[in-house]
Structure formats: C-alpha cells, structure tokens
Nanobody, 123 residues
C-alpha cells in the first residue's frame, strides 16, 4: 500500500522559514514526478511546486518563486519543500503528491496524496 507522510508543518512568524518533508513508502517514485499543493478552506488545492524526476525540471507557482525550494532524495524516497520568507497568505494545509497523470498544475492529475500538514504564518 502506497503511503505519503508529510511532516514539518507548524506555526511561524512572517519572514520565517519551515521545511516540509514527505516520506513515501509502498513503492519507489524515482522515475515519477513529485510535488506539493496547498489548500485553504473553501478553495481548491493549489499547485505549489513539482519536480519531474530526480534531477529533472522543476516548476513553481508564481506566488512562491524565489522563496520556496523543492528537492528530493531518491535514496530516501522523500521530497522536501524549503519555505523561506513566509507570508501570512502562505497559511494553508500543505499536501505532498506523487505520480503525475496529466497537467501538473491540476490536483486532479496526481494519483497519490499525503494526509496534509498545517502551515500557519502569523503577521
């Protein structure tokens, strides 16, 4: 059974940093895209960042470009999201995802999801 487990969320002041981790089990994703989405109540899941495969193309939402960095460690079957210069508008539940089957910008294209981790940025 495939599982994605996020960790690293929490409460941080504006301007601060957090590092999210997502450990996958049940299969390896070394040849698959992995990524991060976020969601606030009442909204659809929003694309944050993705990496096609280890060492492959990386994509960011415009709202996080220059502040967030996605990386992956295939030996650990883990993807990370380093978030710097956090803003209150970054507050959301952050979801790890893997195995892309369409447009990476749409949450409907991804096949595996973690349970989510809350990130709250205070002003």
């Amino acid at each position: 059974q495939v599982q994605l487990v996020e960790s690293g969320g929490g409460l941080v002041q504006a301007g601060g940093s957090l590092r999210l981790s997502c450990a996958a089990s049940g299969r390896t994703f070394s040849s698959d895209a992995m990524g991060w989405f976020r969601q606030v109540p009442g909204n659809e899941r929003e694309f944050v960042a993705a990496v096609r495969w280890s060492g492959g193309p990386i994509y960011y939402a415009d709202s996080v470009k220059g502040r967030f960095t996605i990386s992956r460690d295939n030996a650990k079957n883990t993807v990370y999201l380093q978030m710097n210069s956090l803003k209150p508008e970054d507050t959301a539940v952050y979801y790890c995802t893997a195995n892309l089957g369409g447009s990476m910008w749409s949450f409907r294209s991804w096949n595996y999801w973690g349970q989510g981790t809350q990130v709250t940025v205070s002003s």
